[in-house]
């Protein structure tokens, strides 16, 4: 594949969408993960419930119980993926809005309980952010596309943590929650101007087809295990890591939030250029080869 062939598929509408939209699906991860941690230590709520915390992202994991009843029910506006994805990013953006009105040290059940809410929106519009991605882009287009979508994603993750944490050092919490939350909000215009696919399959005639079909393709592939292996095992070292880092940074070492969201940029700054590293070279190597020279460079880091 040529450079001028590479500049014409990223120049399309189809994958220019992918940039905003993946920021939309990005933002509210960390404003129930690390983010929240923060707001939680910062006024001083103890490390066993910030640790009950980090349940709170849990929809994320347990998304597929639901995903199939998503992909059955068509709301009656902006057709079947579009729908889905307007309702969930306003419900989003409200859900954070009211999570900023709430005081962590008089109420952190209710706290608790909106941002799980948060995390079951943010979950549900991942699903259709992937059902909608997979539909509009061509073959020849997924691995840029996947590229671009993970450059907004982490973006957002950027603006979300880093830039969360220095706005709320000079601004507030409130405040910064709101700003945020009114930031989701206008990923709205994005959605509504985003193209339909080209070819678009119905929807499963029965909530029994929509669970059961994809599960029958699924098993009856031969590589099925290995691919599930891959999917829990990949990231797992990573996961575990980060799941109190942002606690144990500002409450157990004792850095300032600013401070913690400036090394947090810095980190989210190299993943976004590695995301397009792994676009360019999903697209010359393949999948496979990709992931499998990725993963040895992550195993390498870790250790």
Do not use: C
């Amino acid at each position: 594949m040529s450079i001028g062939s590479l500049l014409q598929i990223l120049a399309n509408r189809r994958i220019g969408v992918m940039l905003p939209l993946g920021f939309a699906s990005g933002l509210p991860l960390a404003l129930t993960a690390g983010t929240l941690q923060a707001w939680l230590t910062v006024v001083g709520v103890d490390l066993k419930t910030i640790g009950i915390f980090t349940l709170v992202g849990l929809p994320y994991t347990v998304k597929f119980l639901w995903a199939p009843l998503m992909d059955r029910i068509t709301l009656p506006w902006l057709g079947r993926r579009r729908g889905w994805m307007v309702a969930t990013q306003l419900g989003v953006a409200l859900g954070l809005a009211v999570m900023a009105l709430i005081d962590p040290r008089d109420r952190p059940e209710d706290l608790g309980i909106l941002a799980v809410l948060v995390a079951f929106l943010s979950a549900s519009l991942d699903i259709v952010f992937d059902a909608y991605r997979t539909d509009v882009l061509r073959p020849n287009e997924r691995g840029f596309g996947a590229a671009v979508w993970v450059n907004g994603y982490r973006f957002a993750l950027l603006v979300a943590s880093a830039g969360a944490l220095v706005l709320a050092d000079h601004l507030g919490w409130r405040t910064t929650y709101l700003l945020l939350a009114a930031l989701m909000a206008t990923g709205v215009a994005t959605i509504l101007v985003s193209p339909e696919p080209a070819e678009t399959r119905g929807a499963p005639a029965t909530l029994g087809e929509a669970i059961g079909g994809p599960l029958k393709e699924l098993f009856a592939r031969s590589s099925v295990g290995g691919v599930l292996a891959l999917i829990v095992l990949y990231k797992i070292g990573d996961a575990l890591a980060a799941s109190l880092q942002t606690a144990f940074l500002i409450g157990g070492i004792g850095f300032s939030i600013s401070e913690v969201g400036y090394v947090k940029g810095l980190g989210v700054a190299a993943t976004l250029i590695g995301a397009l590293a792994g676009g360019i070279a999903m697209a010359r190597l393949g999948l496979v080869w990709s992931l499998l020279v990725f993963g040895l460079l992550q195993a390498m880091e870790s250790s």
